[in-house]
């Protein structure tokens, strides 16, 4: 059972366009949601995360918007460029736990 | 330094052979995981340790078996290699409690 819904699983955009990337969950339990980016030929590392206290959170041209009431969110890349061309996983977990729940990513190309 | 490290970076080996993919943080965490990505970028975890214990196992044939000397180090030894099992095998680190994971370099594992 996919604990995190990813959508959608690949997307190509222009070089100075915006880049949505969108998850869903279900259980509320959930506190923590993080994305983590992924580059060929690396391990994932953490890009950004939200916590439900708040429904947006921005960091340069990454912006995560929170809703809570929906029990989704999404990932903006702002001003895209072809460095940002990488897979992007969603995930959630809560305070204390042991592992993440992590989406089935996308993998985002951007054109030059 | 690198903080989550894994060797070997390839591994190529025939269908039926035992192989081992070693890991090591120096982050002074206290838990590790291993993940096993496929073809399709999909992230399943496939066990965690808690200072040295196991603390999930997900569902993975017992050809796979985790071992942990000491909390800076999860190895995983594979038994009797089958051609499914070829996939990106990532390391990871973090501390109970903290949810942010670090992930090593990953081990792409081919069994031919």
């Known amino acids: 059972q996919q604990q995190v819904k990813q959508s959608p699983q690949s997307l190509i955009v222009q070089k100075g366009g915006i880049s949505i990337i969108n998850c869903a969950y279900e259980n509320t339990a959930f506190d923590y949601f993080p994305w983590y980016q992924q580059f060929p030929g690396k391990g994932p590392a953490l890009l950004i995360a939200?916590?439900?206290?708040?429904s947006e959170k921005k960091e340069g041209r990454f912006t995560i918007s929170f809703n809570k009431s929906a029990k989704q969110f999404s990932l903006h890349i702002m001003d895209s460029q072809p460095g940002d061309s990488a897979t992007y996983f969603c995930a959630a977990s809560w305070t204390g736990a042991n592992n993440l729940f992590f989406g089935t990513g996308t993998r985002l190309t951007v054109i030059p | 330094d690198t903080a989550v490290s894994q060797t070997p970076k390839y591994l190529v080996t025939q269908m039926g052979n035992d192989k081992s993919i070693k890991c090591e943080q120096n982050l002074g965490h206290d838990t590790m995981y291993w993940y096993k990505q496929d073809s399709k970028k999909f992230l399943k975890i496939m066990f965690s340790?808690?200072?040295?214990?196991?603390?999930i196992n997900e569902t993975v044939p017992n050809r796979f078996s985790p071992k942990s000397p000491d909390k800076a180090h999860l190895n995983l030894h594979i038994n009797s290699l089958e051609l499914g099992d070829s996939a990106v095998y990532f390391c990871a680190a973090t501390s109970r409690g903290f949810n942010e994971q670090f992930f090593g370099p990953g081990t792409r594992l081919t069994v031919l």
């Open positions: 340790y808690n200072n040295k214990e196991l603390i």
């Open positions: 939200i916590r439900p206290d708040v």
